[in-house]
């Protein structure tokens, strides 16, 4: 990606999530948008847009999305710059087996099948705060 490019990140909706479900999906987008490359992303301001499945640039639905309104949720934002990623990992501090069971556990809070990449975005972002609170 370049400056003045465009970062997009959907979710297919099925028209049964909470409105809780959908405001958190739009909180961690932006993280998930600028976390996703190396080196980091400086986003501008998220838009979000909602097209159906007929509707320009919209993929075929997945077989598994099914429900009473079938919809994409799109967020877009302008790459305004770049930062290097620290080095520093929470996640490079779990062993294998720990790493398993916290992508496990964050699947089943998150209400859905998340890919590895998505979970230890989570995991990351919240593992430190979580740590700190058991031990305290």
């Given at each position: 990606?370049?400056?003045?490019?465009?970062?997009?990140?959907?979710?297919?909706?099925?028209?049964?999530e909470s409105e809780a479900m959908l405001r958190q999906w739009k909180t961690d987008c932006a993280f998930m948008m600028a976390n996703g490359h190396e080196p980091k992303l400086k986003l501008g301001p998220v838009s979000f847009e909602i097209k159906r499945?007929?509707?320009?640039?919209?993929?075929?639905?997945?077989?598994?999305?099914?429900?009473?309104?079938?919809?994409?949720?799109?967020?877009?934002?302008?790459?305004?710059?770049?930062?290097?990623?620290?080095?520093?990992?929470?996640?490079?501090?779990?062993?294998?087996?720990?790493?398993?069971?916290?992508?496990?556990?964050?699947?089943?809070?998150?209400?859905?099948?998340?890919?590895?990449?998505?979970?230890?975005?989570?995991?990351?972002?919240?593992?430190?705060?979580?740590?700190?609170?058991?031990?305290?």
């Amino acid at each position: 990606m370049k400056i003045g490019d465009l970062a997009e990140c959907a979710i297919w909706i099925d028209g049964t999530e909470s409105e809780a479900m959908l405001r958190q999906w739009k909180t961690d987008c932006a993280f998930m948008m600028a976390n996703g490359h190396e080196p980091k992303l400086k986003l501008g301001p998220v838009s979000f847009e909602i097209k159906r499945p007929v509707e320009d640039r919209v993929p075929s639905v997945p077989d598994r999305i099914k429900g009473p309104d079938v919809r994409l949720l799109i967020a877009t934002a302008e790459v305004l710059g770049f930062e290097a990623i620290a080095q520093e990992s929470f996640l490079n501090e779990l062993s294998e087996a720990d790493l398993v069971k916290l992508r496990k556990a964050t699947r089943r809070v998150q209400g859905r099948n998340l890919p590895d990449a998505v979970c230890d975005q989570i995991i990351e972002r919240l593992g430190p705060v979580a740590a700190g609170v058991m031990v305290h």
